[in-house]
């Protein structure tokens, strides 16, 4: 191979890798909750009820090397009357580094700080925990679940009628199913 081709060559591969002086660096892919959260896993997590597609949530942050990223996403039962729908909801947190993410400590202390009682949670990684942030007549359990230091993922459920064991057993379903999702 000649001079010529061998600098081309190193050229593009430097270029690709984003190593150029001015060679753009591939972006992070999409942060998307509703990518996560899908209809299937909630229709068999909260059987026999089932669920309206997913709606992206108001609140999307792309995310910098500064701020995380963060997606929501929600859906609704179709259930017969107000008072019997359930809406589960996925908040999904990326930090651009392990330095800016938020530790279950850290989390734990906010819900303290609500006067919420976090409860640990077993086989969802470390740190996992439940808390209900509702009330007697409306409850909302939301499941904190923790893939390192960059990730949080929040599932929470909320509706009128809503059994919090029942949801709690729903939302770890949901949580296990998700694990393996970018």
């Not at 081309?8 to 660096?25: E, F, N, R, Y």
């Amino acid at each position: 191979m000649n001079e010529r081709w061998r600098w081309a060559l190193v050229t593009m591969i430097a270029v690709g890798a984003g190593a150029w002086p001015g060679a753009s660096v591939p972006a992070a892919p999409e942060w998307n909750a509703c990518a996560m959260l899908q209809k299937a896993d909630l229709d068999a997590a909260f059987s026999p009820r089932v669920f309206e597609p997913g709606t992206p949530g108001r609140e999307k942050v792309t995310g910098s090397a500064k701020l995380a990223a963060v997606s929501s996403c929600t859906f609704t039962s179709r259930d017969g009357s107000a008072k019997d729908r359930l809406t589960v909801t996925l908040v999904a947190r990326r930090a651009p580094s392990d330095a800016t993410g938020v530790t279950p400590a850290v989390a734990r202390a906010g819900a303290v700080q609500l006067k919420a009682s976090p409860v640990d949670v077993m086989g969802l990684g470390d740190g996992a925990y439940w808390v209900n942030i509702g009330s007697g007549a409306y409850p909302v359990i939301q499941l904190n679940v923790f893939r390192g230091q960059r990730v949080w993922l929040v599932f929470g459920a909320a509706g009128k009628k809503l059994d919090p064991a029942a949801a709690l057993a729903g939302l770890t379903k949901l949580a296990g199913a998700t694990a393996a999702r970018p």
